[in-house]
């Protein structure tokens, strides 16, 4: 890196903090089921991380509240549930000391939101509906550069003077087409029968 870049990324990062570091990045992250965010979340998880985490859980209970379980509880009520709640699932005991839930396919994916929605829900008063709405959270600035890509690939040439309207349903529509047809290559390279170098698993593997 070259000398000096560091202090301007460091820089332009404290200007964009505000917007990328908000509440429901701060609990997404600190809900997460990936094994990686549970390592960094208990190594850097502060005081400020869990203030944020405090308001988000306030807010998605305001009045009138749309989760059953909590209906009637009050401010400190609320809050010392989801504590009680959240050191269950962080120690992996209680309702969450099961091992084979910790092995669903969804950890590996990273998909937290799926993963509370099958194990958190059902079990939990506060904590599964706060963790399944703020982990479906599209965070952080990737899904941005994609779309932006996506209408870059799309006005081009004769159609670079589309109206904006029109740039966002084709870029919509697009980048829809892109998911979908990588998901189903993706289901293709995982299948027992998968052949060639991309193949996730396949009869080479049981050699």
Same mark, same amino acid.
């Given at each position: 890196? $070259?000398?000096?870049?560091?202090?301007?990324?460091?820089?332009?990062?404290?200007?964009?903090?505000?917007?990328? *570091?908000?509440?429901?990045?701060?609990?997404?992250?600190?809900?997460?089921?990936?094994?990686?965010?549970? *390592?960094?979340?208990?190594?850097?998880?502060?005081?400020?991380?869990?203030? =944020?985490?405090?308001?988000?859980?306030?807010?998605?209970?305001?009045?009138?509240?749309?989760?059953? /379980? =909590?209906?009637?509880?009050? *401010?400190?009520?609320?809050? /010392?549930? @989801?504590?009680?709640?959240?050191?269950? @699932?962080?120690?992996?005991?209680?309702? @969450?000391?099961?091992?084979?839930?910790?092995?669903?396919?969804?950890?590996? $994916?990273?998909?937290?939101?799926?993963?509370?929605?099958?194990?958190?829900?059902?079990?939990?008063?506060?904590?599964? +509906?706060?963790?399944?709405?703020?982990?479906?959270?599209?965070?952080?600035?990737?899904?941005?550069?994609?779309?932006?890509? /996506?209408?870059?690939?799309?006005?081009?040439?004769?159609?670079?003077?589309?109206?904006?309207?029109?740039?966002?349903?084709?870029?919509?529509?697009?980048?829809? =087409?892109?998911?979908? *047809?990588?998901?189903?290559?993706?289901?293709?390279?995982?299948?027992?029968?998968?052949?060639?170098?991309?193949?996730? +698993?396949?009869? /080479?593997?049981?050699?």
């Amino acid at each position: 890196m $070259a000398p000096g870049l560091g202090a301007d990324v460091k820089a332009a990062w404290h200007r964009r903090k505000e917007k990328l *570091e908000h509440d429901y990045a701060i609990t997404g992250w600190a809900l997460s089921v990936s094994p990686e965010v549970r *390592e960094d979340v208990n190594a850097r998880m502060t005081g400020e991380h869990r203030n =944020a985490i405090e308001r988000l859980v306030v807010r998605l209970h305001s009045v009138p509240c749309p989760n059953e /379980d =909590a209906i009637g509880m009050d *401010e400190a009520e609320l809050l /010392d549930t @989801f504590w009680n709640e959240y050191k269950q @699932f962080n120690q992996k005991s209680g309702a @969450f000391g099961y091992a084979n839930r910790w092995n669903s396919p969804d950890v590996a $994916a990273g998909n937290s939101h799926t993963w509370h929605e099958k194990y958190s829900l059902p079990h939990t008063k506060v904590l599964g +509906f706060v963790a399944c709405r703020a982990c479906s959270k599209c965070l952080g600035i990737g899904s941005a550069e994609r779309n932006w890509g /996506d209408a870059k690939h799309i006005k081009s040439g004769k159609r670079s003077h589309m109206s904006a309207e029109s740039i966002e349903k084709r870029t919509i529509l697009y980048g829809t =087409a892109r998911v979908t *047809e990588a998901r189903m290559r993706q289901s293709t390279l995982e299948r027992d029968d998968a052949t060639g170098p991309s193949a996730m +698993f396949g009869d /080479d593997d049981m050699k």
